[in-house]
Every structure is written in structure tokens, then in C-alpha cells.
């Protein structure tokens, strides 16, 4: 039964996760696919530096709810199937889920976005206080550097620690600190190989920095 809940759990979350928000507002509104322009890349940043604040604003917003909306069902069927086992990880493979369907969407073609908006939602719903302090860094970093990507890649690594940190000291019993922390490596290495192209470009110091020209859709 607890298979059962796992895949079911992974597999609703997938499919949520495979409504790619920048590709939806990108047609729906301009009547133009966001994977044409710009880096290519099917996100909040891409979308920004093509469309606008606006654009931009609808897609976050979209990624975010889709990864809360992924966590919350997969407590729910894991409380639901298997309620003698923690629900806390149930969330876990939910937010695994929802972050293979944004960065492989099934309606499109399988080329989707980088994720880390999808795992702050999905975060938000798990433990607020970690993606809280996550947040707090990735804005820092974005004002000193100017730089999405290299400010993303930093609050992914850092957030298997932040986890470990946060489960060791303030758990309460909820869960083993190591096995919270493998999940949280797991999702932040996926956002990490996501942005692979990107830390070759911060090598090359050729990455896009905000305040730089942008060509118009």
C-alpha cells in the first residue's frame, strides 16, 4: 500500500506539475510559445526578460500553486492510503513529482522550465521556515549580483542544508534529519542540473545579468 500511495502521489503531482505556466500565458496572451525567445527556457525568467512584469507575475504565481497544490494532495493520499506512515514524505515524492512535470511537462513536448519556483511552492506547503530563509538568500544574491541563475543554484545547494539544519535542531521528532535531507538533496541537484548550460555561461562570464538589453518578442 505504501507503493501504491508513492506512485500515486508522484504520478497526480506529475501531471500537475506538467501545466507549464510560461508556455500557457506565453500563448493564451501573445499568441507566441516562450521557448522561441530568449534562452529558450519555458520560466518565470524567461518569461520576464521577453514579456514583462506582468506576464512574469502569472507565471510565478502559477509555478508557485502548482507545487503547494502537488504537496497538499500528496498528504492527503498518503494520509488518506498509508495514515500509520508520515505524511511528511508523502509531500516529499509529491514535490518530486510536481518538479519532474515542470521540468519535463507531458501536454508540452516534454521541454519545460528549470523549476525552482514549482519547489518554492512546494515548500512553502512542507516547511515554511526553510524556503522562508532560502528566499531571504536568493534576494540578497539577486541584488549584489544581478544574476537569476547563479542566485538560484546557490539556494538550491544550500537547501539540503538548511534542511538538515532546520530537522536536527527544531524537528520535534517529525522525521529523521538525514532522510528529510536526502529529499531535499534530490530536489536541489535536479534544479542544479537544470542549470547546467547557465553555470557554463557563469564560466564564460557570458550569463545575463538584469539591466542588460533585451530583444522585444
Same mark, same amino acid.
Request: hydrophobic share 55%; aromatic share 12%.
Given at each position: $500500500?505504501?507503493?501504491?500511495? *508513492? ?50 507575475? *502569472?507565471?510565478?504565481? !502559477? ?10 494532495? !500528496? @498528504? ?13 514524505? !508523502? ?18 513536448? +516534454?521541454? !519545460? ?9 512546494? $515548500? ?42 532546520? +530537522?536536527?535542531?527544531?524537528?520535534? *521528532?517529525? *522525521? $529523521? ?16 542540473? $537544470? ?7 557563469? @564560466? ?14
Amino acid at each position: $500500500m505504501v507503493l501504491l500511495a *508513492g506512485v500515486l502521489a508522484a504520478f497526480c503531482a506529475y501531471l500537475l506539475g506538467s501545466l507549464s505556466f510560461a508556455v500557457i500565458v506565453s500563448r493564451l496572451f501573445y499568441h507566441k510559445d516562450i521557448r522561441q525567445f530568449g534562452s529558450g527556457n519555458a520560466g518565470m525568467t524567461n518569461v520576464l526578460r521577453t514579456f514583462g512584469k506582468g506576464a512574469a507575475a *502569472g507565471v510565478l504565481a !502559477g509555478d508557485v500553486l502548482k507545487g503547494t497544490v502537488s504537496v497538499i494532495l !500528496g @498528504r492527503l493520499i498518503f494520509s488518506l492510503l498509508v495514515p500509520d506512515v508520515a505524511v511528511l514524505y !508523502g509531500a516529499y515524492i509529491a514535490a518530486i513529482g510536481a518538479l519532474l512535470g515542470h521540468l519535463f511537462p507531458l501536454y508540452f513536448g +516534454f521541454k !519545460g522550465g528549470k523549476g525552482i519556483s514549482v519547489v518554492t511552492g512546494a $515548500m512553502f506547503a512542507i516547511k515554511p521556515p526553510i524556503i522562508i530563509a532560502l528566499i531571504l538568500v536568493f534576494i540578497v544574491m539577486v541584488i549584489i549580483t544581478r544574476i537569476v541563475s547563479l542566485s538560484s543554484i546557490t539556494v538550491a545547494a544550500l537547501y539540503p542544508v538548511f534542511t538538515f539544519v532546520y +530537522f536536527t535542531i527544531w524537528g520535534n *521528532g517529525e *522525521g $529523521m534529519p538525514w532522510l528529510n535531507t536526502l529529499f531535499a538533496a534530490i530536489l536541489g541537484g535536479m534544479i542544479i542540473y $537544470m542549470h547546467r548550460a547557465n553555470i557554463k555561461r557563469l @564560466r564564460n562570464g557570458t550569463e545575463y545579468k538584469f539591466g542588460e538589453k533585451k530583444k522585444e518578442p
